[in-house]
């Protein structure tokens, strides 16, 4: 379970996140839509632990990943984030003058365990095994946003956290990307999602609507004019 409590966030005096609460189950996928700057990126940054809330708590599965240090101090737990977690930021990760398989390398913990996905795992699963000898900066957009989700998936984390995946992707490659989402909430993965693509909202369990800092749980069928004059 990922329990979310009270979680601010603030640049500078201007507040960015304001009492965020929400809670996810295994097999649930938590859909996260808002105008620009909402605060959406905001929020999967603080869960995967490359930004410090200012006050909150955030838990998976019963281990603390943000905390009250006391004094006005968080205390992150950098072991518990690690393990739980996999994030596929807007930007990728990867090195351009690396090849796919130098830059999953880097991320997977042996060459054996990285040839299994690449054979029979979920890398095999999002098709990097045929173009893993390629060289990143010769990839196509949807083809890096694979490669950064494969390397959010070293480790096989219970958690994953994407931040509009499926932004400026083609047709064929969201699709791709979305049954392998499916795939992966079978398997009792949970994923938090930020997006601004109705097909990936179809993937939701539940629905969350961002604003002013807050988020705002909505009906998981809302679309189109009704879901974006909520926002």
């Not at 893993?132 to 494969?150: E, F, N, P, T």
């Amino acid at each position: 379970m990922i329990t979310v409590t009270g979680l601010t966030s603030a640049y500078g005096r201007k507040p960015v996140l304001q009492g965020v609460s929400f809670t996810a189950w295994r097999g649930d996928c938590v859909g996260i839509v808002g105008a620009n700057g909402c605060g959406k990126s905001t929020l999967l940054s603080i869960l995967a632990g490359t930004l410090k809330p200012k006050s909150g708590q955030v838990s998976y599965y019963g281990r603390a990943a943000w905390s009250d240090a006391g004094g006005g101090r968080m205390h992150g737990n950098r072991e518990v984030i690690r393990r739980m977690t996999g994030y596929v930021p807007q930007e990728n990760p990867l090195i351009p003058e690396l090849s796919v398989y130098d830059n999953l390398r880097l991320w997977y913990p042996d060459k054996k365990t990285l040839q299994n996905e690449l054979e029979q795992g979920f890398l095999n699963l999002l098709g990097l095994d045929e173009f893993s000898a390629k060289r990143v900066s010769k990839l196509s957009g949807g083809m890096k946003k694979r490669v950064s989700i494969g390397i959010a998936m070293a480790g096989m984390p219970p958690v994953l956290l994407m931040d509009e995946p499926g932004a400026a992707l083609d047709l064929i490659c969201k699709e791709d990307i979305r049954r392998y989402l499916q795939v992966y909430l079978e398997r009792r993965g949970t994923v938090v999602i930020a997006t601004h693509e109705e097909s990936e909202l179809d993937l939701c369990s539940a629905l969350y609507i961002m604003k002013d800092g807050r988020l705002h749980q909505a009906d998981r069928c809302l679309r189109g004019e009704a879901l974006t004059g909520r926002m």
